[in-house]
């Protein structure tokens, strides 16, 4: 019997200076479903060339799919009514299956706007499997727990919910062959870092903690590949491929404080000497004297450290309860070993007030970091703080756009300010925080690829005026 064909494609298009990562959900999925199936896999990741949505339906159609597989963030949906009506009439049989974070934070909403067949939300690999048997006749559709199917009589979400896979060591490797892992290497990775012969890992999925504004796609149980697997799969990655630099994107990668050691260890033997940097998965407060000086000498070079927010109100608010002073501290630390300490900050959160943000302000402008970033909170579907946002103040959810937007352009404002002073607070921060000669000396000091610098001079400009000019 001829293998199934099945298409897997990652939404959205690159833009400005934001990294594109290797389509780790996708990758995973493929890795799975070929285990388990007799399938024929293609992956595409619309983002590393900005594939225009014609081609990307030709691609399929050219393939000859029997399924596709979309996989998107909400910011990156914009595209599904376009590519779902042309793919239809490109593949007017095949199954259209759409998954990834857009669809655990919409739910059956996400089937509104376009002809996709099945929606299926959080962990991917078990449903997509169930999906694929009821499709070649080995079950039926309404029989999978937990996804959103279009039906005769509308869309439909079946009862239940999918379970999460207990022991992640059993997922193989992603399918690292499916993707050309060198043209990763020419852009911007999640560190905003290049050149650099890298792969993303995912070395844990879940987390226990409750943060309002997350939507904690992988569930609330910390589940994690071993420590011997985590590296094995490193050492795969320098023998076939020659990569010498690993991002970690994970949730949060040192809960296990035990497993972060035995990696730390097990690296060192690793033979060559690799870079590590967490431009997400590290939560700081967790850290210690101990952890951050096995993760350097394991390699890290780049840290991300998530503040979100200097007030222990708001700390307390959203559900993050960072201990500010242990955090402070091992920024410190950190820092202190040269080592690129990069601070995620928002604004905006439901209830904030100017002195909340001056304490934010003050906090980062304080604390060791190289760098920081002050961003708007962004309240998505399905998260508690988009809840509370609707409660408090339903109108300014009404128009929320999520097309296209990053990071820095974002203009939503939930605060107990208005914009103005939202604004100006984040113009200030970004002023105060870099207007700091010894934090640029430690910058041009502790940066790899200080020459890329000018390049993200236009980003800082643009926000360093939000709110000018309207
Ligand atoms: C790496 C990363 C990025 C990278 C690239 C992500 C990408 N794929 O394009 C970069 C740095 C560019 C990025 C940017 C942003 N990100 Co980001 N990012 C991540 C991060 C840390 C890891 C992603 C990853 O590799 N996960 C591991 C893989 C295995 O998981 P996965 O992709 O979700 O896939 C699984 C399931 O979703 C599902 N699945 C996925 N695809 C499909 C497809 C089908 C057909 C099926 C059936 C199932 C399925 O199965 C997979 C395996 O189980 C996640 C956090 C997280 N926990 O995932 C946030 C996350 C994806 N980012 C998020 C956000 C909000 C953003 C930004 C919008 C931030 C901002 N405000 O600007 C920007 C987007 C800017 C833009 N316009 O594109 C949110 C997404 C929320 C949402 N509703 O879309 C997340 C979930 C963080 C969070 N906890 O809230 N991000
Ligand atoms: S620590 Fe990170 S992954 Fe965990 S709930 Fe908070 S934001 Fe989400």
């Not at 979309?70 to 009514?81: D, G, I, V």
């Not at 996804?147 to 060591?169: A, M």
């Not at 503040?307 to 820092?335: D, F, H, T, W």
Request: aromatic share 12%; hydrophobic share 40%; glycine share 6%.
């Amino acid at each position: 019997m001829r293998p199934l064909k099945i298409f897997l494609a990652s939404l959205g298009f690159r833009r400005s200076v934001l990294g594109v990562t290797p389509p780790l959900g996708i990758m995973y999925i493929a890795a799975y479903l070929r285990q388990k199936l007799n399938v024929e896999i293609r992956i595409v990741n619309q983002k590393i060339s900005n594939m225009p949505n014609d081609e990307l339906v030709k691609q399929a159609k050219e393939f000859g799919a029997d399924v596709v597989g979309l996989s998107m963030l909400t910011t990156n949906a914009y595209s599904l009514p376009y590519i779902t009506s042309n793919l239809k009439v490109a593949l007017p049989d095949a199954l259209i299956v759409i998954g990834g974070p857009h669809v655990s934070a919409l739910g059956a909403k996400s089937l509104e706007d376009n002809l996709a067949d099945v929606a299926v939300p959080y962990e991917g690999e078990l449903a997509f499997e169930a999906l694929i048997n009821a499709y070649l006749g080995g079950g039926d559709m309404a029989d999978v727990p937990g996804i959103f199917r279009r039906t005769e009589d509308g869309v439909v979400t079946n009862p239940g919910i999918i379970p999460f896979v207990e022991d992640v060591d059993s997922f193989p490797f992603p399918a690292y062959d499916l993707i050309d892992l060198k043209a990763y290497w020419k852009v911007n990775a999640m560190t905003l870092l290049t050149h650099m012969k890298y792969v993303s890992l995912f070395s844990s999925r879940g987390c226990p903690f409750k943060c309002v504004y997350c939507h904690r796609i992988f569930g609330d149980k910390f589940r994690m590949h071993s420590a011997q697997r985590v590296v094995e799969e490193m050492k795969f990655c320098v023998k076939k491929y020659g990569v010498d630099n690993f991002e970690f994107v994970d949730d949060i990668f040192n809960h296990d404080k035990k497993r972060l050691f035995e990696i730390c260890e097990l690296i060192g033997k690793l033979g060559p000497k690799v870079g590590l940097s967490f431009p997400n998965g590290l939560r700081v407060d967790e850290l210690n004297e101990s952890s951050i000086n096995a993760l350097t000498d394991a390699g890290m070079y780049y840290c991300s450290c998530p503040l979100e927010s200097g007030s222990p109100r708001i700390q307390k608010l959203i559900g993050k309860n960072l201990n500010i002073r242990k955090y402070l501290e091992n920024v410190e630390y950190i820092a202190s070993k040269r080592i690129f300490t990069y601070g995620f900050v928002m604004m905006g959160f439901p209830t904030e007030t100017e002195e909340d943000l001056k304490q934010t302000m003050e906090i980062s402008c304080m604390s060791r970091l190289h760098a920081a970033s002050f961003y708007t909170l962004t309240p998505f579907p399905n998260t508690k703080i988009y809840d509370i946002a609707l409660k408090n103040n339903p109108a300014k959810l009404r128009n929320i756009n999520y097309n296209d937007n990053e990071y820095s352009h974002i203009k939503f404002n939930l605060a107990d300010v208005p914009d103005e002073m939202l604004f100006y607070y984040q113009r200030k921060a970004n002023r105060d925080f870099y207007m700091n000669p010894y934090r640029i000396a430690r910058i041009l000091r502790d940066l790899p690829q200080t020459q890329r610098l000018p390049l993200f001079i236009p980003e800082y400009l643009k926000r360093l005026s939000k709110g000018i000019f309207g």
